[in-house]
Nanobody, 113 residues
């Protein structure tokens, strides 16, 4: 049974930082490409960042230079470090095993101005 459990969301002021973590179980984590998505109220879910098994990373333009995705294969976790947060980053953030229907339950990130 595949489980993805996110943690680390919360309320932060603009310019602040948060670190999201996703703990995976039930999969061969080290060979899976992983990703973070987000969905803001009234908007479509969008891909924020991804990391391949070989640690190649991609980012949506709006977070480049501010967010960093990383993985720890020994702990089966993928992390999203978010710096210099902006109110437009407010959304529910989801972890996903890329190219599958395996998603986490989501964690709320709220950035106040």
């Amino acid at each position: 049974q595949v489980q993805l459990v996110e943690s680390g969301g919360g309320l932060v002021q603009a310019g602040g930082s948060l670190r999201l973590s996703c703990a995976a179980s039930g999969i061969s984590f080290s060979i899976q490409p992983m990703a973070w998505y987000r969905q803001a109220p009234g908007k479509q879910r969008e891909l924020v960042a991804s990391i391949s098994s070989g640690r190649t990373t991609t980012y949506v333009d709006s977070v480049k230079g501010r967010f960093t995705i990383s993985r720890d294969n020994a702990k089966n976790t993928v992390t999203l470090q978010m710096n210099n947060l902006k109110p437009e980053d407010t959304a529910v953030y989801y972890c996903r095993v890329l190219y599958t229907n395996w998603w986490g339950q989501g964690t709320q990130v709220t950035v106040s101005s």
